[in-house]
Nanobody
Framework: QVQLVESGGGLVQAGGSLRLSCAAS????????MGWFRQAPGEEREFVAA????????SYADSVQGRFAISRDNSKNTVYLQMNSLKPEDTAVYYC????????????????????WGQGTQVTVSS
């Protein structure tokens, strides 16, 4: 079992930046690949970014490629999502998620692959 708590959301103007954090507790953090997803009102939860358990591989949705960066610090049991050049369409509740993987290079982009989820943090981008 692992517990995930997101923080860092808020209200920001278009073009601004936010850094989300997801703190994990419970089992050894470094055995989990991690992902960030988001869900806007009336929409399905969608993939944003993922990172392998070692941090050596990352992947991004096309809509955030070049603007967002996922990273992790296994010594702090934390995964981050740096969001730059924010747009109103980035407005959503952002969730972090964890899945156990054997390999150091595997990452997951399908939300159905993830076993553990945080409660979410609201990001609102005003125009």
């Amino acid at each position: 079992q692992v517990q995930l708590v997101e923080s860092g959301g808020g209200l920001v103007q278009a073009g601004g930046s936010l850094r989300l954090s997801c703190a994990a507790s419970g089992r050894t953090f470094s055995i989990y690949a991690m992902g960030w997803f988001r869900q806007a009102p009336g929409e399905e939860r969608e993939f944003v970014a993922a990172i392998s358990r070692s941090g050596g591989r990352t992947s991004y949705a096309d809509s955030v490629q070049g603007r967002f960066a996922i990273s992790r610090d296994n010594s702090k049991n934390t995964v981050y999502l740096q969001m730059n050049s924010l747009k109103p369409e980035d407005t959503a509740v952002y969730y972090c998620a964890a899945v156990f993987t054997v390999s150091n290079i595997v990452l997951r982009k399908d939300r159905r692959d993830y076993d553990y989820w945080g409660q979410g943090t609201q990001v609102t981008v005003s125009s």
